[in-house]
């Protein structure tokens, strides 16, 4: 396990770092070559300076160096400078008085070239020399009484000079330089690391709570949903909400396990204890194949309600969860309405009659199971609720390219209030309460087997008591044959 928190902090300190650190280097760099260029450029005024002094005229050559000047760096003094002058490289012209007995280094250099390099003074201080080769200055005075040839024109030889001085200084500047940069460097990364360590840390903080909202949620309080305060990040805010639909989800399966089992229990007892009872009584009567055959007829009927009852609340289970889809195919719905129907009344007497009205040509593109399970629970709950000798109808409508199969039948003592609670879980009218076998899931079922294939149940009931059950939303095809 590692923290998002260090590892973005050290990578981007090691980064900013290593940049600052490179920009530091270059600029330390920058600014010794252009300090150091200054200081070369003195000392080659310098020197010029120096050569502006030296003229060679009819008497030889004259250095114009006044030690009583306005050089006097050059005589004594706590910051002694040097200068010395050969011909051709050999003859020593003049040297500063500041040298005394000892002589500057001479490499040699081609006319009016020069070359700088450092060395180590004759007072044992780091300094740094230019060497400079040059031609003197030709000066002939001019005399009118004398003629012009009176004195031959002096010939000018090749002077090398080599100026030097001290070049504490220039590193004490460049020290500084250095100190500065990297002082100043060392104080912007100590001040960029408290704020980016600060920084991430706020930034982070939704992550924070988050977690923390998180960890607060077990599976007591699946209802609880996580919430932020301020703006929503566009970060954090597409977790926040994948995370409450996932407790949302969680919540509806903890849901729906606890109906499940409540209603498991709830619709079980009442069968169970019929069986209980039943077995009691089998007991009782064990030299009675009379009595025997009707109890093992009875415990039959039970077993097929109790079947019924968990088969129905799976499938709503499975439906809620979204485990069933929709796998239509074509249908010839008169037909398949007749097989239904038969299906429903399960071969019983019954004096209820199916008026079948949907046109035999009539193909539809539906889920043959589940608009059988549709139509099987609707024909069960008219046979049951409707008055002896009732007619069942059926019959389709058309409404914007869409077909409605509508279910009627008369009822006997069903209300319009009732109608609102037709696709309650477990709703049943009085007298469903005498007649065994119904759970009051069939409707509930229905409704939800809709859903899934698209369609729309609607319950109406007009005044004469006749209950009208429409389904909108089936995809006719084409006729059949």
Not at 84 to 104: A, C, N, V
Not at 399 to 410: D, F, K, S
Not at 424 to 449: P, Y
Request: include cysteine.
């Amino acid at each position: 396990m590692y923290s998002i928190r260090n590892r973005i902090s050290f990578s981007i300190i090691i980064s900013m770092v290593v940049i600052l650190l490179v920009m530091a280097f270059l600029l330390y760099f920058r600014v010794v070559e252009q300090v150091q260029n200054v200081f070369d450029q003195s000392i080659y005024d310098k020197a010029q300076a120096l050569i502006s002094l030296t003229e060679l005229d009819e008497e030889g050559l004259e250095f114009d160096f006044a030690e009583d000047g306005v050089m006097p760096e050059y005589v004594d003094g706590p910051d002694l400078q040097y200068y010395q002058l050969w011909q051709t490289q050999q003859q020593e012209l003049i040297r500063s008085p500041s040298l005394g007995d000892h002589s500057l280094p001479s490499d040699g250099v081609a006319l009016g070239q020069h070359r700088l390099a450092d060395l180590q003074l004759v007072d044992g201080r780091a300094g740094r020399l230019i060497e400079i080769g040059f031609m003197p200055r030709v000066e002939m005075e001019d005399d009118e009484d004398e003629p012009d040839d009176a004195y031959p024109r002096p010939v000018a030889q090749p002077i090398t000079m080599v100026v030097a001085r001290e070049r504490e200084s220039l590193d004490c500047t460049l020290g500084i330089v250095a100190w500065s940069i990297f002082a100043l460097n060392a104080l912007l990364i100590i001040v960029a690391v408290t704020l980016i360590w600060k920084l991430i840390g706020v930034g982070l903080a939704p992550l924070s709570r988050l977690a923390h909202q998180v960890g607060q949620i077990d599976e007591s309080c699946l209802g609880v949903r996580i919430e932020h305060s301020g703006r929503p990040s566009k970060e954090i805010a597409p977790i926040e909400r994948q995370l409450n639909h996932l407790l949302q989800r969680l919540q509806s399966a903890f849901e729906r396990e606890k109906r499940f089992s409540s209603n498991v229990a709830h619709e079980l007892r009442t069968p169970l204890s019929e069986l209980r009872t039943l077995a009691e009584v089998g007991q009782m009567v064990d030299d009675d194949p009379q009595q025997i055959h009707a109890f093992f007829n009875d415990v039959g009927a039970v077993s097929a309600q109790m079947e019924k009852i968990v088969v129905t609340l799976l499938e709503l289970t499975r439906s809620e969860a979204g485990l069933l889809c929709n796998d239509p195919e074509d249908i010839v719905l008169h037909t398949y309405c007749d097989s239904v129907w038969d299906q429903a009344i399960n071969g019983s007497a019954t004096d209820k009659l199916l008026v079948n009205e949907v046109p035999e040509d009539l193909v539809v593109h539906s889920d043959r199971d589940k608009l059988r399970i549709i139509l099987s629970n609707l024909f069960t709950n008219a046979v049951c609720y409707s008055p002896d000798f009732a007619r069942v109808g059926i019959r389709v409508s058309e409404t914007g390219g869409r077909l409605a199969l509508e279910v009627r039948n008369a009822t006997t003592n069903l209300k319009p209030e009732d109608v609102l609670h037709m696709r309650d879980r477990f709703w049943r009218k009085d007298q469903a309460q005498d007649q065994g076998g119904h759970s009051g899931l069939g409707l509930t079922l229905v409704d939800a087997l809709a859903h899934i294939m698209k369609m729309d149940i609607d319950f109406n009931l007009d005044e004469q008591g006749t209950l009208l059950v429409r389904i909108s939303g089936l995809q006719p095809v084409a006729a059949a044959g």
